[in-house]
């Protein structure tokens, strides 16, 4: 899926939306983000050295994992972020990177849905997270 395509599953527009691409496949969502060095996250963080910040990588896995839910995210609904666990930040991510991520539905009980996912740039191993989703109607 481009950018247009991840629009119809996903409500984050303008510098909110940050996958470039996503597709399924076996279960997982692969997603892919290139990092310009222009997004509003780098701006002072850190001065001459930016670093994508961490919270900003958990956000790009979750837009990832929610293709994995596109199918329960139609009439008005969302997928809300309830938790985080287990986040592991193993290797920065830099203006240039490719960042690409890896995710899972590893359960669900309605309205929840629980996740895990990896983000990598290249070969390198840069994020590890358990997270899970609720997913209502829009308030």
């Given at each position: 899926?481009?950018?247009?395509?991840?629009?119809?599953?996903?409500?984050?527009?303008?510098?909110?939306?940050?996958?470039d691409e996503a597709r399924?496949?076996?279960?997982?969502?692969?997603?892919?983000?290139?990092?310009?060095?222009?997004?509003?996250?780098?701006?002072?963080?850190?001065?001459?050295?930016?670093?994508?910040?961490?919270?900003?990588?958990?956000?790009?896995?979750?837009?990832?994992?929610?293709?994995?839910?596109?199918?329960?995210?139609?009439?008005?609904?969302?997928?809300?972020?309830?938790?985080?666990?287990?986040?592991?930040?193993?290797?920065?991510?830099?203006?240039?990177?490719?960042?690409?991520?890896?995710?899972?539905?590893?359960?669900?009980?309605?309205?929840?849905?629980?996740?895990?996912?990896?983000?990598?740039?290249?070969?390198r191993l840069c994020l590890?997270?358990?997270?899970?989703?609720?997913?209502?109607?829009?308030s």
């Amino acid at each position: 899926m481009n950018r247009e395509e991840l629009k119809k599953v996903l409500p984050h527009r303008g510098a909110m939306l940050l996958l470039d691409e996503a597709r399924l496949k076996d279960g997982e969502a692969r997603g892919s983000y290139e990092i310009r060095g222009d997004e509003w996250f780098l701006d002072g963080h850190f001065p001459g050295h930016p670093v994508v910040p961490g919270v900003v990588l958990c956000e790009i896995l979750a837009q990832s994992a929610c293709m994995l839910l596109k199918d329960s995210l139609e009439d008005g609904k969302l997928a809300y972020y309830t938790g985080l666990d287990k986040v592991r930040f193993k290797s920065p991510v830099k203006p240039g990177d490719k960042f690409e991520t890896v995710c899972r539905i590893t359960r669900a009980k309605h309205p929840f849905y629980f996740a895990s996912g990896e983000g990598y740039v290249g070969d390198r191993l840069c994020l590890v997270a358990e997270f899970s989703f609720a997913v209502v109607g829009e308030s």
